[in-house]
């Protein structure tokens, strides 16, 4: 059975770190482009991050560069979102995301907030 799991979100105050976690399983994530998206009540989703199947090539939103590191571990089959210095305004569940060419899976979504 094709599955994404996340986990590593909480509660966190302003200017603390998490790291969240996308293990896949029923299928083999390294010949996919994976990707962290977030959605907070009221907005649409947003991609915050991307990267390729070798993991050579990252992208992100402009309000998470330099905050937000997207890595992969091909052979865990395992990719993470590492957040440093959190901010209100990245309060949002975060979803994972598995892209190929014509098939997409989605991860349950972990909710972060970040609150004082």
């Known amino acids: 059975q094709v599955q994404l799991v996340e986990s590593g979100g909480g509660l966190v105050q302003p200017g603390g770190s998490l790291r969240l976690s996308c293990a896949a399983s029923?299928?083999?994530?390294?010949?996919?482009?994976m990707s962290w998206y977030r959605q907070a009540p009221g907005k649409e989703r947003e991609l915050v991050a991307r990267?390729?199947?070798?993991?050579?090539?990252?992208n992100y939103t402009d309000s998470v560069k330099g905050r937000f590191t997207i890595s992969r571990d091909n052979v865990k089959n395992t990719v993470y979102l590492q957040m440093n210095n959190l901010k209100p305004e990245d309060t949002a569940v975060y979803l994972c995301?598995?892209?190929?060419?014509?098939?997409?899976?989605w991860g349950q979504g972990t909710q972060v907030t970040v609150s004082s």
């Open positions: 990267i390729s199947r070798g993991g050579s090539s990252r």
């Open positions: 029923g299928f083999t994530s390294s010949t996919y482009v």
């Open positions: 995301n598995a892209a190929g060419l014509r098939t997409r899976y």
